[in-house]
Nanobody, 123 residues
């Protein structure tokens, strides 16, 4: 199983990025998917999650209204659209998959993880 995250980069404050997470070795329609992030020297934190059908989503308070998670099951890919980026959004962003339909925010509930993609927001 591989989750390949991409789309990170350097952006100025107020800018936008779109992250992608392409899965191989599993069919994501059987999985709830999540995005987490880890800033230097800090714990990995929940950012957003989406249930298997895409009908239900959840966001961390810090990104609500700015970030949008979506999925394209036929392409086996999950996305994170990030708008209004701020320096505090700087982190390595990881996608993750968990078997089952429920959205959960705890790292421990996710079985598969991608390698991460770095997002750097300059002020």
């Amino acid at each position: 199983v591989q989750l390949q995250a991409s789309g990170g980069g350097l952006v100025q404050a107020g800018g936008s990025l779109r992250l992608s997470c392409a899965a191989s070795g599993l069919k994501i329609y059987n999985y709830a998917m999540g995005w987490f992030r880890q800033a230097p020297g800090k714990d990995r934190l929940f950012v957003a999650a989406i249930n298997y059908s895409g009908v239900t989503t959840a966001y961390a308070d810090s990104v609500k209204g700015r970030f949008t998670i979506s999925r394209h099951n036929a392409k086996n890919t999950v996305y994170l659209e990030m708008n209004g980026l701020q320096p505090e959004d700087t982190a390595v962003y990881y996608c993750a998959a968990r078997s089952g339909s429920n959205i959960l925010k705890s790292i421990q509930n996710y079985s598969y993880w991608g390698q991460g993609t770095l997002v750097t927001v300059s002020s």
